[in-house]
């Protein structure tokens, strides 16, 4: 089975993508070394760290945009980026396409 410590912090990044987190914060919050962390997440799970967290912030931010009002500033906030750019570039990394499109196709 997956490593006890990497499947708690699964858990702990579905609960708390939207906070500022990082590979650092992560493993001061569960006591580990980072650069091992950073191997062991790897090995666990198939993916980087960083790959991880903004594939399920992007995610919950289809998830907003399909069921929420909110606009796409609002959402990228919402998921953890006070960049907006930055998310709109990662959206179009994970779907293909950028999230003004994304929305626009729900709701015809």
């Known amino acids: ?14 609960a708390n ?9 992560i493993s001061s919050a569960f006591n580990i070394n980072a650069a091992y962390l950073g191997q062991l997440f790897k090995n666990e799970t198939g993916e980087m760290f960083s790959d991880y967290l903004n594939k399920i912030r992007i ?5 907003m945009l399909r069921n929420t009002k909110l606009t796409i500033n609002e959402i990228a906030s919402k998921v953890g980026y006070i960049n907006t750019n930055y ?22």
């Open 59 to 63: 995610h919950k931010a289809k998830e």
């Open 17 to 25: 993508y939207y906070e500022d987190i990082s590979l650092k914060t």
């Open 87 to 108: 998310f709109y570039s990662l959206f179009k990394k994970f779907t293909g396409e950028n999230p003004t499109k994304y929305k626009r196709d729900i709701q015809l």
């Open 1 to 14: 089975g997956m490593n006890p410590v990497i499947k708690r912090i699964l858990n702990y990044i579905d």
